[in-house]
């Protein structure tokens, strides 16, 4: 991610990133246009064996996005909560 900005920083070319990623390009002085079409979405999961326990760092990170879900914490333009 960070390279791919500062290339587009440098006048190398273009690219599309999600949303989540745009807020983090900022040190790059890029400027970031929404794209309304296509709509493309994206699932991210978690994915863990239920039959061994989750390491201290594993279960923390679980812990801040179920509760950050819950609260309903705002995300960047074009990101959704879902079930």
Do not use: K, N, Y
């Not at 179920?66 to 960047?76: C, D, V």
């Amino acid at each position: 991610m960070w390279s791919v900005a500062g290339l587009v920083a440098a006048g190398a070319g273009v690219t599309v990133v999600p949303a989540l990623v745009g807020p983090l390009t900022a040190f790059a002085d890029t400027v970031l246009i929404e794209l309304v079409e296509p709509v493309v979405t994206r699932d991210t999961w978690v994915i863990r064996d239920p039959l061994r326990p989750l390491s201290p760092a594993a279960a923390g990170l679980l812990d801040v996005i179920t509760h950050a879900q819950r609260r309903g914490l705002a995300l960047p333009t074009g990101c959704e909560w879902s079930a």
